[in-house]
C-alpha cells in the first residue's frame, strides 16, 4: 500500500501527490430497493490521476454523479477541503469548483465552440447586468480575462480550428474534447471525466490520453475518471478504486490492483496459463 | 402607375405593420419555449392582464376593490391619484416579474422533467386561472389605454404618397410606434442573449439542461428570467394591442394568432418569429385585397391558418426552426 500520510506520496514517474482534497465516507445509495453504491470509502489527493473502474453496472456512473452531486447519497459523508459538504445540488458543486463531463456527452449543441468553452467560465461572472448593458468597468475587464482563458484552453486542447463552428456539427471524438475544454475551463479543483474514450477508435484514445495528462501536468488539476479500457486506466491513473456489485473490492496503485485476485476475478477475468 | 398597384402597396405596408403586431405576441411564445420546452398557452392571457394591471396603475384604481367592498361593506374603487405612463409601465413590469416568480416556485418547479404535454396542460390551467385573477383585480369592463403613443393617420406619410402617386397612403401613427418599439425590444433580447451572463446562462439553458447543471447554472433563476421576459414582451403586445382596439377580453384571443406565426417561423427562432409574423400580416393583407371580393370577403380570419397548414407539409420545423433530426 501506498505511504497515505498527510503530506501525500510520489508517484512511480515522480510527481509529487498532495494531501486529501475529496474523502468520500461510508456511501450508499439506492433506488428504491436496488443498491447502486454499498458502504463505500476512498479518498482524492491533490494532483493525482484517480480511476475507478469496474465491470458493467458496477456502479462507478453513479458514484461520479454522487460527487458531483447530481445523486444524494442516502448514507455516508462526502469531506471536501477538509469539512462536511451537505446536501448539494449540481449547480452548488460545480460552483465550488468540480467540473464534469458526462458519459454521453451533454454540450450546447446549437451554440459554436467558443461559446460552449466560454459558458465554462460564467462563475467567473461577477459584473452586473447594468455594467453589462453599458459594457464599461468590470464587466469589460471580465469578459476579456474570460475570453483570454477561453482561447487558451482551446489552443491548449487543439481545437483552434473549429472554434466558430457550432457543436452539432462536430464529429464525436471533437465533441469529446470541446466537452473537456468547457470542464478544464472553469480552472476546477477537481475534474470529473465520464468514460472520457467510450467509443474512440485507438488514435483518438492515445490524443486524449496525452491531453489527460497534459492536463494533469500543465494546470496540475486533480483528476478523477471512470474508464472501461484497462489498458488506459493502467497507464493513466497513479491510483485506482475496483468496483464490482456496488462494494468496493480493490484501491491501489496500478500494479496493487493487477495482482489483486479479487479484482482478477471479478473484473480481468481468471489468468490462463 | 394603375390605380390598383398603388392600393397594393398599401395594403402590403399595412399589412406588414400588422405582422409586427403578430410577430410581438409570437415572440412571447418563443422566448419561453426556447428555455423550457414549455408551450406557454397563458400568454394571450398574460397579455391581457399586463395591460389590465398597466391601466389599473395607471387610473389608480384599488386592485381587488370589489372583494374589499364585498368582504368590508366599503366602497372604494380609485386611489384618488394617477400615475404617470412611464412610472406605471415599470410599476407594472414589477408586478410581471412577481407573477414570474410565483409561476416558477408554485407550478413549473414541480413539474421539472414532466413530458411536454403536461407542462403544456400546466399553462392552459394557469391561463385561466390569471384570467380570473384579472378579473378580480381589476374587473372585466372595457378600458382605454393611453400611454401617450402618437395615434392617427401620419401626415407626413400621406403628404409625400400624394405627392408622388397622386394618393395618400393611410399608414396609422400607432402602427409605426409599434414597429419602432418592437425592433427595440428585439435588438436588445438578442443583445441581452448574445452578450451578457445571463443571456448565455439562459442559451445554455435552453439548448441543454443537464450540461447547464454541469457549469454551475441554476435552472430556477434562468426559468424565472425567461417567465419575467416573456411578461415584458407580453406587456408590450398588451400595451400596443390595447392602444389599438381597447383592453378587453378579446386581448387574450391574439395568442390564437401567433400560432400560424409560430408555425411559419418555427418555435424556437427569434428571427422566425419575426419573418413569420410579417409574412402572414402582409399575406392576409394581399390575399384579402386581391382575392378576398371574389370569394366575399373576411378571409383573414382563416387565411393564416391554411397558409400554416401549407407551411406544415413541406417545412415542418418552420422556416428558421432547429432542424428536427432523429437517429435510428
Known sequence: MLDSTEEGYVTADGRQIGGVVMEMRNITLRFGGVVAIKDISFDIREGEIRAIIGPNGAGKSSMLNVISGFYNPQEGEVIYRGSKRPQMRPFQVARQGIARTFQNIALFEGMTVLDNVMTGRLNHMKASLLDQAFWWGKAQREEVANRQKAEEIIDFLEIQHIRKTPVGRLPYGLKKRVELARALVSEPSILLLDEPMAGMNVEEKEDMSRFILDVNDEYGTTIVLIEHDMGVVMDLSDRVVVMDYGKKIGDGTPTEVRSNQEVIDAYLGVAHD | ?328
Request: charged fraction near 10%.
Open chain 2, 1 to 328: 402607375m394603375p390605380d390598383q398597384l398603388i392600393f397594393a402597396m398599401e395594403v402590403t405596408i399595412n399589412g406588414l405593420l400588422n405582422g409586427v403586431m403578430y410577430a410581438l405576441v409570437a415572440l412571447g411564445f418563443v422566448l419561453i419555449f426556447k428555455a423550457s420546452g414549455i408551450f406557454n398557452y397563458a400568454q394571450g392571457v398574460m397579455a391581457l392582464f399586463a395591460a389590465m394591471t398597466l391601466v389599473g396603475i395607471q387610473q389608480g384604481r384599488v386592485p381587488f376593490g370589489h372583494l374589499i367592498n364585498e368582504i368590508f361593506g366599503t366602497d372604494v374603487h380609485y386611489f384618488g391619484w394617477e400615475v404617470p405612463a412611464l412610472a406605471a409601465i415599470l410599476l407594472t413590469v414589477v408586478v410581471m416579474l412577481a407573477f414570474a416568480v410565483l409561476v416558477q416556485k408554485f407550478v413549473f418547479k414541480h413539474l421539472v422533467g414532466q413530458e411536454p404535454i403536461i407542462l403544456f396542460m400546466a399553462t392552459i390551467g394557469l391561463a385561466y386561472f390569471l384570467e380570473g385573477v384579472s378579473d378580480l383585480m381589476w374587473g372585466s369592463e372595457i378600458r382605454n389605454m393611453d400611454v401617450g403613443l402618437p395615434q392617427g393617420i401620419n401626415d407626413a406619410i400621406d403628404a409625400a404618397t400624394f405627392e408622388i402617386f397622386g394618393y395618400g397612403f393611410f399608414i396609422d401613427n400607432l402602427d409605426i410606434s409599434a414597429a419602432i418599439i418592437a425592433a427595440i425590444l428585439v435588438g436588445g433580447l438578442i443583445a441581452f442573449a448574445q452578450y451578457t451572463k445571463q443571456g448565455r446562462a439562459m442559451r445554455a439553458v435552453a439548448d441543454d439542461h443537464q450540461a447547464a447543471l454541469s457549469v454551475g447554472i441554476k435552472l430556477n433563476y434562468v426559468w424565472v428570467l425567461v417567465w419575467t421576459l416573456a411578461g415584458i414582451v407580453a406587456l408590450v403586445a398588451g400595451i400596443m394591442w390595447g392602444s389599438k382596439s381597447g383592453v378587453q377580453f378579446s386581448l387574450s384571443l391574439i395568442a390564437l394568432k401567433a400560432l400560424p406565426v409560430l408555425m411559419l417561423g418555427g418555435f424556437t427562432s427569434i428571427p422566425g418569429a419575426i419573418v413569420g409574423g410579417l409574412i402572414i400580416g402582409m399575406g392576409e393583407a394581399l390575399f384579402e385585397f386581391s382575392i378576398g371580393p371574389m370569394i366575399g370577403g373576411a378571409t383573414e380570419n382563416w387565411f393564416a391558418y391554411v397558409l400554416a397548414l401549407v407551411f406544415l407539409v413541406f417545412r415542418p420545423q418552420g422556416l428558421f426552426g432547429e432542424k428536427i433530426i432523429e437517429r435510428v
